[in-house]
Antibody, heavy 122, light 108 residues
Framework: EVQLVESGGGLVQPGGPLRLSCAAS????????MSWVRQAPGKGLEWVAD????????YYADSVEGRFTISRDNSINTMYLQMSSLRAEDTALYYC???????????????WGQGAPVTVSS | EIVLTQSPGTLSLSPGERATLSCRAS???????LAWYQQKPGQAPRLVLY???NRATGIPDRFSGSGSGTDFSLTISRLETEDFAVYYC?????????FGGGTKVEIK
């Protein structure tokens, strides 16, 4: 059974940093691209960033480009989202999502974590 | 960026009725790379359909999808209690990946 467990969420001041983690189990992690998808309170889903299975390729939404960094450590089956210069509009539940395949860009999400809440407020 | 517009925003139906949800894209979705997700309150999204019409693992056959180009639909033939939820479409044919705003299927 595929399990994705996010951690690292919390309350952070505007302009501050925060790092999210996503621990995967039940899969050969390196074989799959992964994404972060967020959902602001009461709103819809927004794709944030993705990373290829081997970590060589990463892509970002315009809204986070230059502020967020996605990475992964396949030796411990974990993906990360390093967030900096956080803004109030980054407040959301951040989901870790597994792609069907190993490539980024052209794929859908066949497994999701339960989400890590991030609140940006002073 | 491909903008996906879902309609209606809310669909009020009774169990046993048929639900038809629409997802319209601002540009052609390449190779019908369109997925649908179901999200219940307090839960993560769950994949329902991919490739516009292929059911994901464990999804009952009362769920079906159709469409091509810019117009897609998700149909639930006979609503069960557990089907009342919010449904999102997502295109994965062009970067960036984008989602529609969602359709809430609520009990009438």
């Amino acid at each position: 059974e595929v399990q994705l467990v996010e951690s690292g969420g919390g309350l952070v001041q505007p302009g501050g940093p925060l790092r999210l983690s996503c621990a995967a189990s039940g899969i050969i992690f390196k074989n799959y691209a992964m994404s972060w998808v967020r959902q602001a309170p009461g709103k819809g889903l927004e794709w944030v960033a993705d990373i290829s299975g081997n970590g060589d390729y990463t892509y970002y939404a315009d809204s986070v480009e230059g502020r967020f960094t996605i990475s992964r450590d396949n030796s411990i089956n974990t993906m990360y989202l390093q967030m900096s210069s956080l803004r109030a509009e980054d407040t959301a539940l951040y989901y870790c999502a597994k792609h069907k395949g190993s490539g980024v860009g052209n794929d859908y999400f066949d497994n999701w974590g339960q989400g890590a809440p991030v609140t940006v407020s002073s | 960026e491909i903008v996906l517009t879902q309609s209606p925003g809310t669909l009020s139906l009774s169990p046993g009725e048929r639900a038809t949800l629409s997802c319209r894209a601002s540009q052609t979705v390449r190779i019908n790379y369109l997925a649908w997700y179901q999200q219940k309150p307090g839960q993560a999204p769950r994949l329902v359909l991919y490739g516009a019409s292929n059911r994901a693992t464990g999804i009952p056959d009362r769920f079906s999808g159709s469409g091509s180009g810019t117009d897609f639909s998700l149909t639930i033939s006979r609503l069960e209690t557990e089907d009342f939820a919010v449904y999102y479409c997502q295109q994965y044919g062009s970067a960036p990946l984008t989602f529609g705003g969602g359709t809430k299927v609520e009990i009438k």
